[in-house]
């Protein structure tokens, strides 16, 4: 039985990480039922978050949508801008649970409410003191102003969680969306066995497999695993030189199929109508997309792989930590931080002035 994107937010925040940020109770259930697009129940969901703050927090929270904080993003345990979980009260974090499983489909949103999580198992076994590794450590900002039809944008920031949303005129993209996970796998302790980024991991794995002997001579770039994603947390996604790996264009149906997998587990993150779009991006590129690896390709090997298509990039690594800590990014080559949106929408304007 399938689960509407509405009925979901009224009982998300119950599925995983309650501690982290309470249910959703009446905050979401009050929301009407009508089918709405994800940038308008996003919108909603922004502005019955705002409203609960008072003026300290709102000043905290909220910024001018050109200021340049709105592309300083990261994914290290660091100070942030914005309004931390932890300076909310229960009912507003209830509202900020809201907004945040707004922008994201049911899959992304318990993927980022479990990597809150585990900022507990890491303060067991670091010894921290909880100020370091704080399942509250993660800000809410929020740049312009949110509505239907106007242009603002908002992030949702952490530990291993950064979520960039740009909308325009009631369309909305999330890019650069980064999930990482340490520990890739609970080893030890009541969650042992958790996997907060599986799909990406195994998915990656069962397409390197797929892949002959010769195949893996092209699609294995460097025999030894990148430390990083090479991306990092640049302001704009770019990779040096020609696309490097192996060509879709030179794999076998099954493989491709295996390969169209790996990009939809990342595609399904957010919304429907905002995964289309993902799709979409993958089925304009048709062949013109190529997979590359490093590092070893059995399971417990460090590893990184990337997916690079003309509008879109994918990079994965589990090298950290005895490669037990995973990174993982969708980037947009034209559309991080909203950049051809906000082009096409300027273009449009001009337009209508002459």
């Known amino acids: 039985m399938s689960i509407t994107r509405r009925s979901f937010l009224s009982s998300s925040a119950g599925l995983v990480g309650v501690h982290i940020l309470g249910s959703l109770e009446a905050s979401a ?21 705002l409203a609960a703050l008072d003026p300290a927090q709102r000043g905290k929270a909220c910024f001018p949508f050109d200021t340049d904080e709105r592309m300083n993003w990261h994914f290290v345990p660091t100070e942030r801008k914005g309004l931390p979980l932890r300076e909310m ?22 993927k980022a409410v479990t990597i809150m999580s585990l900022e507990d198992v890491l303060r067991l076994i670091e ?22 039809t106007g242009t603002w944008g908002y992030r949702v920031e952490g530990h291993h969680l950064s979520q960039n949303y740009t909308v325009v005129q009631g369309k909305a993209v999330d890019a650069p969306s980064f999930f990482g996970s340490n520990p890739a796998e609970v080893r030890q302790g009541p969650r042992q066995g958790l996997r907060a980024l599986a799909g990406e991991e195994d998915l990656g794995f069962e397409l390197i497999h797929a892949l002959d002997e010769r195949q893996h001579k092209v699609a294995i770039v460097d025999p030894h695993a990148y430390r990083d994603i090479l991306t990092a947390a640049s302001r704009k996604a770019a990779l040096q030189g020609q696309p490097s790996g192996l060509s879709a264009s030179n794999m076998r149906a099954g493989q491709f199929d295996a390969l169209r997998a790996l990009v939809e587990e990342y ?24 997979f590359a690896w490093s ?4 399971r417990g090997d460090p590893h990184y792989y990337r997916v ?15 490669a037990n800590h995973i990174h993982s990014v969708w980037r947009d080559f034209a559309d991080d931080f909203g950049a051809d949106l906000l082009r096409q929408h300027y273009q449009a304007s001009h337009h209508k002035k002459e």
């Open 89 to 110: 009260t229960p009912y507003q974090k209830h509202l900020a649970s809201a907004f945040l499983a707004a922008g994201l489909s049911q899959t992304g949103y318990i």
């Open 267 to 290: 595609a399904r993150n957010v919304p429907d109508d905002m995964a289309k779009g993902r799709m979409a991006q993958l089925d304009k590129a048709g062949r013109s997309i190529y």
């Open 308 to 322: 690079q298509a003309p509008s879109f990039l994918i990079e994965l690594d589990d090298t950290q930590d005895d």
């Open 295 to 298: 590092g070893g390709i059995q």
């Open 29 to 49: 259930a009050q929301i009407h039922a009508h089918p709405i697009g994800s940038a308008s129940l996003i919108s909603e969901c922004a502005n019955r978050f």
């Open 127 to 148: 010894n921290d003191s909880g100020e370091v590794r704080n399942p509250e450590k993660y800000y809410f900002s929020v740049f312009g102003t949110p509505s239907d």
